[in-house]
Structures are given as structure tokens and as C-alpha cells.
């Protein structure tokens, strides 16, 4: 009658496992949260030279993330354009990389609420780029596979696109001559000048196109994922962790100082 | 999710232009080799080591290096090299009217998408020319020679002729090879097939359709000139 | 020309992370290029015997396959595994696995060519010379066939397993963090060296293909000398 009742038992959960084999269960199981990062975008995702580990901001995330469900952090280095390829083809449990949240991807991809918030900037030689009208005008180095590349093109038609796989490539292009502007999220551009020996050739014009809002990107569908992301951001900020995760690559001590204008929970 | 529908014609639109570069990139590329690499092979074949030394150093760094990294070092690396007025020059929009058409000069990542396929693919061509002299039995030289004609005469109505048709199917080998590498481009910038299929997949998110096309056009393409070659070599007369 | 963000990153350069993260660099390079080429010679041995031993419709939807890898550019095939394959069929395949897949599947297809031309360039009547000697067909093959087609076949061989080291470089695209990826890396995060970076990486790959070309051809010839 026990052996009954347990094998019943068993099989109940078997069955119940199937039903809600849902992706957080899986990585509980497994032990491991996958993410995807960027590796050359200081300071959201890039390689340590002494460590060679990648840190930023983004990965202090992911490390969030794996601490609160007890598992291993496994990073996977990508660049813009096979973030959600990544998503859907099962590559990654998520992914923190500077990912704008939009409808269109909505539709492909689950999104947490944003845990940061930046606008599409520009960076050029200094004096060339005065005013956005300009912009219609010049060849523009973009990111392939990034919203900066269509806002773009909806608002400045006439801009000529030049698309790279990642943004210091299209910074090298900049400094080559190749294009004349590159385009990004302002902190990622004020992030990547921080790095650039002759920083004091280069600007960035006071003026961005669009208002981004950053969140986790989650495979479609995995709603119980998506409820914990968003629960552990919000535990984040409210004790604290946000804030020193920020002012760890943000604050007024670091190579790239940046008010902090978005707190998560302000926009949903 | 994935075969729901086919792409806008916008797209479709894109991914025809993207063709449309690979096409006509390749077509010069092919061309231009083939003259290099016919070069190249003279001097590979030299007695005088003074050419055959360097053309053969050329070769092989040029065949045992990644084309990849040879485009990242023509765009990002070699742009770095120039002096300061001829980068100015090469990213400057320029244009020339003549009597029937104009001609206008590329931006810089097709110039050096383009001269890196072809120094990449030269290197290849030249070693089947070569092939193709070597394959041309040494006794007809000498007996043509004794016939009394010259050497250029030899060369002209000898050797290159026969040498030509050994070296032709591996020629069209790498014609076909130009084709696929040319899609490497994109890493530099290049607005080429693989990079109009990665645009509509960032645009569109339908990856499959995106990858489907632009691999059945390359697929096209290389049949059009694996057709082209038969057609060429059945045209040949038999001996 | 700065030559210390060379030898300051050299270890990255050479293997990666390693000992502190997975093994990347050159090492990589080497072992992504390895076992690309045995499985694309092993590919390439059954699919040219196949060619070879088959007939009319088997024999012709072979070569279709065939030409199919011979006409999709690598990156293509490479973004189709990696990406396409786990949602069009459901199997997952890590980045090092997909790199070796599309390698030897292209490297496979254009080898089983050359072991078929290798194994069709010698006469007929070997065959039947063996056939009737008693052999079996798979002996004839191993015993009469192969060893002559060979050395007849060895150029194509190193000729592909350079070019296979070279497509390693395309790993790249998806983020395997092989010799290009990490010269990318590097270039990318110290900005402004890309000239000497790309310089060195070329050199590299140049030394690992000119040495495999120098050991197979010194093999090459013994052989050839020894039959």
C-alpha cells in the first residue's frame, strides 16, 4: 500500500514536473544561470585585463540573480546583433546586455521591468556634430542588431548607415574617418570614451534622440522566470544593492561619474 | 512563429540589394585576381629568384592567413598606417563625369573589402595558373623551340593556351570561393548579402526566412557559375 | 608601431582565460582545427567510397548534398547550426561543437571529391584484376585501391586542413572566444592598436599553416618516395 501511495506519488509529480517544466526550475536543476553579456562594453560587460573574468554592471546583475537562487553564474560573451538569437534558440536563460526594451522584441522575447534607463547618443570628432538636423547628412556608424540603428533610420532617413558587429568597432571606423558619428546609449558612449587614450578629440554632442529603457531580456513565454527577475530587482533596490551596484560603475569615483537618474520601479 | 510568413517586400527589397553588392563585388573581385594572379604566376615561374623570392613570400602569407583577418587589417588596421591626406581623400565622397557615365568612388569599406578579396583570392589563382603551366609537358616547349620559334611565341601559342584549359575548372573553384568569401565582408561594414540578412533578422526577427534567402541566393549564384563552367568547357574543342 | 599591447596580452592572446576560465586563444584555434580535420577526413573518406561504390539516383542525390556544402558560404552555416538548428529541430549545439560541425560538414564535402577523383583516377581494370584474384570488394579497396589513390589525394588534404584552420577564424560571429575573437577583444577594448593587434594575429595563424604545410608536404614526399 506505501510502495502504492509513493509510486502514485511519484508519477503525480513526474506528471506536475512536465506541466510546469518551466525554465527556472530548470536552471535550479542544473544548478547554473546562463547569461549573455557584452565583453568589449565597459562599463555594462567587458573583460578584466588582470582577471580576465568578464565584469560590469550588467554581470553584477547576473551575479545577483545566481546568489539568489543558489547557482552558478555562467557568462556567455555576445555582441548586439545574436542577443536574441541567443534567447530564442535556447543558448541562454537571460540576457544583461544593454538590452532596450521595445515592443517589437516584446513580441519575441519576455523583458523585465527596466532596471535602467539611457538615451541614444552620439559621439564625433570635436565641433562636427552641433545639432540633430546634421545628423541627415553624415555616414553614422551603428550596432547591428541594436534599436539605435532603426531609430535612426526612421528619424534621419538621409543618414547614411554604416552597421559594425560592435561599438568599438565602429569607434575605430569613427577615428579612421570612416564614418563621421557613431551612434549608442549615452552611457555606453561615455563608458567606451573613458577608455580612449585621446579622449579630448572626441565629444559627445548634449542631445539624444530617443529615451531607452534597459531590462532583462527572458525566453518568451517563461513567466515564473520573468515574476523572479522581476521580484529580485525590486529586493535590489529596496535594500540597497542597486544603488552600490550602480556607484560601483557609475559613481562619482569612477572613470565614468553618471548621476544616477532612474531608480527601478520607476517605470514598469 | 518561425514560418508564419514570408518577408515585406521592403525587406525582400533589402536582402535583393545585399544580392546585388555580392554580386557586383565578386564580379570585380574575380576579375581583377584573375589579372593579378596571372601576374603573380610570371613571377612565381621566374628563373630570377629576384621576383620568384617575394611573389612566393607573398603567396604564401597571403594563403595561409585568415581572409577575416586580413579585411580587419586592411579596414581597421591599415587605415591607421596611412598618412593623414590620403585617409582624407579615401573618405571623401568623390565623383567623375565623363562623356557617358559617372563614375563615383566608394566609401572606404568596399575599397578595402574589395582590394582584400582580391589580394586574398590572387594568391589562390596565381597557384593555379602555375599548376596549369606546370601541367603543360616540358618537351613541347623545347620542341617548339626547336622549330624555331621564340620564346614569346611559345608562351603565346604553346603553353598558355594549353595551360589555360588545365587551369580552368580549378579557376572557376575560385571564382566560387570569391562568391562565399565575399560574404566576410560584412564584418567590416560592407552592406553585402550576409549583411542585409542579418539587418532584416535585426528588424524582422524572422531568422529563418532571413538566413533562408540569402542562402538560397548564394546557392544561385555558385550554380550559375558551375553552369557557366560547363557550358565553357563543352564549348572547348575535344583533343 | 606599440609592440607592449602584444606582449602584454600574449597569455590571453595564446590560450585565454586559462587556467582561471575556459581555454581560448591560439590554443583554441589548434583544437577547433584538429578535430575539424579528422572528423571532415573521415567525412570525407565514407562520403567519397560512397561516391565512389554507389550509383544512378543514390550517387546523384549524394553529389546534391555534397554541392550544397560546397555552396553555402561558411558564416552561413555557421549561423544556421548555431542558431537555427535548436529552433527549427530542438537540438542545442554549443558554440566549440557548431564551429566543428560546419568545418567538417564543408571540409567533408569537398574531401569526399577528392578521395572519389583519387579513387577514379586509377584504372578499372584493377578492380577486376582484384576481383578476380578473390578479393572482396571492401579488401580491394583497402589493399588495392586506397594505398595508390593516396598519395594522389594528399595535396587536397593539406590544402583543406588549411583552409579549415583559417575558417576556424569565423568563430567569431557567435562568440567563440577563439585566436580572432580574442584579438577582437583585445583590439576593441584598447582602442586604438588595431594595426599591430591584427598584424600579430596574422602572423600567428601564418605560422600554424605554414607549419602543417611544411610537415605534410616533407610526409607528402616521403611517401610518394617510399611507393
Known amino acids: 500500500m506505501n510502495k502504492l501511495r509513493i509510486g502514485f506519488l511519484l508519477v503525480l509529480t513526474l506528471l506536475a514536473g512536465l506541466a510546469h517544466a518551466d525554465r527556472l526550475d530548470d536552471i535550479k536543476k542544473a544548478g547554473v544561470l546562463r547569461i549573455a553579456a557584452f565583453d568589449s562594453n565597459p562599463p555594462f560587460g567587458f573583460i578584466d585585463p588582470t582577471t580576465k573574468q568578464t565584469v560590469g554592471l550588467d554581470v553584477d546583475y547576473g551575479k545577483a540573480f545566481a546568489d539568489k537562487l543558489g547557482v552558478k553564474l555562467e557568462i556567455l560573451s555576445t555582441n548586439p546583433a545574436n542577443r536574441i538569437p541567443l534567447l530564442t534558440s535556447n543558448k541562454v536563460d537571460l540576457v544583461l546586455a544593454n538590452f532596450t526594451i521595445t515592443d517589437e522584441r516584446a513580441k519575441q522575447v519576455n523583458f523585465s521591468i527596466p532596471y535602467f534607463a539611457s538615451g541614444q547618443q552620439f559621439i564625433a570628432k570635436k565641433g562636427v556634430l552641433k545639432s540633430p538636423d546634421q545628423l541627415n547628412s553624415l555616414r553614422i556608424g551603428v550596432d547591428k542588431g541594436t534599436t539605435n540603428e532603426i531609430v535612426l533610420r526612421e528619424k534621419y532617413p538621409s543618414a547614411t548607415l554604416v552597421a559594425y558587429d560592435d561599438t568599438p568597432f565602429a569607434f575605430t571606423a569613427l577615428r579612421n574617418g570612416n564614418v563621421q558619428a557613431i551612434t549608442q546609449d549615452g552611457p555606453k558612449l561615455i563608458g567606451l570614451l573613458a577608455n580612449v587614450p585621446d579622449k579630448e578629440n572626441y565629444e559627445i554632442p548634449p542631445f539624444s534622440i530617443s529615451d531607452d529603457l534597459i531590462g532583462v531580456g527572458i525566453p518568451k513565454g517563461e513567466t515564473a522566470l520573468t515574476e523572479f527577475v522581476n521580484e529580485t530587482l525590486r529586493e535590489l533596490e529596496a535594500n540597497g544593492q542597486a544603488q552600490k551596484i550602480y556607484d560601483a560603475w557609475f559613481g562619482p569615483h569612477t572613470k565614468t561619474p553618471l548621476a544616477r537618474i532612474y531608480k527601478i520601479g520607476d517605470k514598469s | 512563429m518561425l514560418f508564419d510568413s514570408l518577408l515585406a517586400p521592403k525587406y525582400l527589397g533589402w536582402l535583393l540589394d545585399g544580392f546585388v553588392v555580392t554580386v557586383v563585388l565578386s564580379a570585380l573581385t574575380c576579375a581583377s585576381a584573375t589579372a593579378l594572379g596571372f601576374v603573380l604566376c610570371l613571377g612565381r615561374i621566374a628563373r630570377s629568384p629576384f621576383w620568384s623570392l617575394p611573389v612566393r613570400f607573398f603567396l604564401s602569407l597571403f594563403r595561409n592567413t585568415p581572409l577575416l583577418v586580413q579585411l580587419f587589417f586592411w579596414y581597421f588596421g591599415a587605415a591607421a598606417l596611412m598618412p593623414e591626406s590620403v585617409l582624407h581623400w579615401l573618405n571623401q565622397p568623390h565623383h567623375w563625369r565623363l562623356p557617358l557615365f559617372g563614375v563615383t568612388w566608394p566609401p572606404f569599406e568596399y575599397v578595402a573589402g574589395f582590394f582584400g578579396l582580391t589580394l586574398y583570392t590572387a594568391a589562390f589563382i596565381a597557384e593555379e595558373f602555375r599548376a596549369g603551366v606546370q601541367g603543360v609537358p616540358p618537351g613541347q616547349a623545347r620542341a617548339a623551340l626547336a622549330l624555331g620559334l621564340r620564346r614569346y611565341q611559345v608562351w603565346l601559342s604553346v603553353i598558355m593556351p594549353q595551360a589555360v584549359r588545365i587551369s580552368l575548372p580549378p579557376l572557376l573553384g575560385q571564382y566560387m570561393n570569391a562568391v562565399k568569401n565575399s560574404s566576410l565582408t560584412m564584418a567590416i561594414g560592407l552592406a553585402e548579402l550576409s549583411y542585409a540578412s542579418r539587418q532584416v533578422e535585426t528588424e524582422t526577427f524572422k531568422t529563418f526566412q532571413a538566413f533562408g534567402i540569402a542562402t538560397l541566393l548564394y546557392i544561385g549564384l555558385i550554380v550559375l557559375i558551375e553552369l557557366a563552367g560547363q557550358w565553357i568547357q563543352h564549348r572547348q574543342p575535344a583533343h | ?227
Open chain 3, 1 to 227: 608601431m606599440n609592440l607592449d599591447v602584444i606582449t602584454d596580452h600574449l597569455d590571453y592572446f595564446l590560450v585565454g582565460a586559462y587556467p582561471h576560465g575556459p581555454l581560448g586563444g591560439a590554443a583554441l584555434t589548434l583544437i577547433l582545427s584538429v578535430l575539424s580535420a579528422l572528423v571532415s577526413g573521415v567525412l570525407g573518406f565514407i562520403l567519397g567510397i560512397a561516391l565512389a561504390v554507389t550509383r544512378g539516383f543514390a550517387q546523384t542525390s549524394l553529389l546534391l548534398v555534397l554541392s550544397f556544402f560546397r555552396a553555402i558560404p561558411v558564416i552561413m552555416l555557421i549561423f544556421w547550426t548555431y542558431f537555427m538548428l535548436p529552433i527549427v529541430f530542438g537540438i542545442n549545439v554549443p558554440g566549440i561543437a557548431t564551429v566543428v560541425i560546419a568545418l567538417s560538414l564543408i571540409g567533408g564535402a569537398y574531401l569526399a571529391h577528392s578521395v572519389y577523383a583519387g579513387i577514379r583516377s586509377l584504372r578499372q581494370g584493377q578492380w577486376q584484376a582484384a576481383a578476380a584474384l578473390g578479393l572482396r570488394p571492401w579488401q580491394v579497396l583497402r589493399y588495392v585501391i586506397l594505398p595508390q589513390a593516396l598519395p594522389i589525394m594528399t595535396p587536397s588534404f593539406i590544402n583543406q586542413w588549411v583552409a579549415l584552420i583559417k575558417d576556424t577564424s569565423l568563430a567569431y560571429v557567435i562568440g567563440v572566444g577563439e585566436l580572432s575573437f580574442v584579438a577582437t577583444q583585445v583590439s576593441n577594448r584598447e582602442m586604438v592598436y588595431p594595426t599591430e593587434i591584427f598584424l600579430f594575429v596574422a602572423l600567428l595563424y601564418y605560422a600554424i599553416c605554414s607549419t602543417l604545410e611544411f610537415f605534410a608536404n616533407r610526409v607528402a614526399r616521403r611517401y610518394q618516395q617510399a611507393t
